[in-house]
């Protein structure tokens, strides 16, 4: 009797095409199968040591009519206490590599608390939960608590936007709030996976004028943006804290493969970000900042020429030469001009602040400093004048009305 033959097939994933595991497949996805495969043994690998369940809350955002929850849910060991990892913090410092050792629960159920309901959601394959729950909650900020099974619960923080506010503003995170030079691959994986946390720098200045763009207007939320992934929040947060950056919710993006691409693509993560708070709060207008190595000045444009009227200024953060060389150079110029959106262009907080004093977009200062007001302010007048020169494409300059 005949044998009958049989046949190899990969895996099925969710979200891949069954043609996956053709030996024609495109390289993307075969990179995505050996990602999430690996991903997979390093969960058996932890749960046979005893691991357990572990929730990574983030600062989430909403309106008085809903909630979007961020967390992150991965295996680690069972003694794992956050007061024992605080004291590991502050002792010996904490290098990004461990940030991505525990290994994430793929499809992990959760429950998420709010006013006494229970909501059931699920994370997706790399253990990510971004979801957005209806409910009732009052402005300001506000707690929900996440659930799931054989794990401690956890709380999130949410600011709730009332609907009154008008005013909004988006910050880029890398080489805006913190000197990375991330776009570089070997730059990238030493700010990453080596770099102790504490030896990370701030931009200069750029605390300053957060907080005092966020005390505007009865409080103005900020929503920080990075391409950065998800593993990295709770250093960002802790990096945040000790600068005294305004607290706010951060938007960050997953590790790993997609279907069609080898790395994700940080500026279609950042496009579709800043469209989904547009769509969030169609009662705000934008005030956003970034730097000029990682298509920022591009991507505003985009966003202001998609959503005319919504835009009050856009601040962008020149990197230095050794900034810019590690960062591949700086962004061209824009895609389109964006009339009637003042631009601010500077090296630091400073400078960007003077700008956008000008433009009225930050109240001046009630009491200015009186030791060096004539000297500093004619310096910076040269700067920004030169800056225009050198970079015409970030001004609003009427040639008709300036003659």
């Not at 729950?133 to 009052?138: M, Q, S, T």
């Not at 997609?258 to 940080?266: A, H, I, K, P, V």
Request: proline letters at 8%; a neutral charge; charged letters at 20%.
């Amino acid at each position: 009797m005949a044998r009958r033959r049989k046949t190899y097939r990969f895996p099925t994933i969710p979200g891949l095409s069954s043609a996956a595991g053709n030996a024609a497949s495109p390289p993307e996805q075969l990179a995505t199968l050996s990602y999430y495969s690996f991903q997979r043994r390093r969960r058996d690998r932890a749960r046979r040591r005893g691991d357990k369940p572990r929730i990574l809350s983030f600062t989430g955002y909403g309106s008085p009519r809903w909630v979007r929850v961020f967390s992150r849910v991965l295996l680690a060991k069972p003694e794992w206490s956050e007061a024992e990892y605080l004291a590991q913090i502050v002792r010996d410092g904490v290098r990004g590599w461990q940030n991505f050792v525990s290994p994430p629960i793929a499809y992990a159920k959760l429950e998420v608390e709010i006013n006494g309901y229970r909501h059931a959601v699920r994370a997706d394959r790399n253990g990510v939960v971004d979801v957005r729950i209806p409910c009732a909650l009052d402005p300001g900020w506000a707690t929900v608590t996440l659930h799931v099974e054989g794990a401690e619960s956890s709380s999130q923080d949410v600011l709730i936007i009332d609907d009154q506010i008008e005013r909004a503003v988006v910050c880029d995170v890398d080489d805006t709030v913190w000197v990375t030079a991330l776009p570089r691959p070997l730059t990238a994986a030493w700010n990453s996976f080596l770099l102790d946390e504490h030896a990370r720098r701030p931009v200069a200045g750029m605390p300053v004028m957060l907080n005092r763009l966020a005390d505007q207007d009865a409080g103005t939320p900020i929503f920080y943006v990075s391409t950065g992934p998800w593993n990295v929040a709770h250093t960002l947060t802790r990096f945040m804290t000790r600068h005294l950056f305004p607290l706010g919710p951060m938007l960050l993006t997953s590790w790993g493969p997609t279907e069609d691409r080898w790395f994700r693509s940080g500026m279609a993560h950042k496009v579709s970000a800043l469209a989904r708070l547009a769509a969030d709060f169609p009662h705000l207008t934008w005030t956003l900042i970034g730097d000029d190595g990682q298509h920022d000045p591009e991507i505003y444009t985009h966003f202001a020429h998609h959503h005319p009227g919504r835009v009050n200024a856009i601040a962008i953060r020149q990197l230095s030469a050794t900034e810019a060389l590690l960062a591949g150079g700086r962004a061209e110029e824009t895609q389109r001009a964006t009339d009637g959106v003042p631009w601010a262009y500077g090296p630091d907080g400073a400078a960007l602040s003077f700008q956008l004093e000008n433009f009225g977009i930050l109240a001046p200062r009630a009491h200015p400093p009186l030791a060096w007001p004539q000297s500093v302010t004619a310096e910076e007048q040269v700067t920004v004048a030169e800056l225009r020169a050198d970079y015409p494409q970030f001004t609003q300059d009427n040639p008709e009305t300036d003659k």
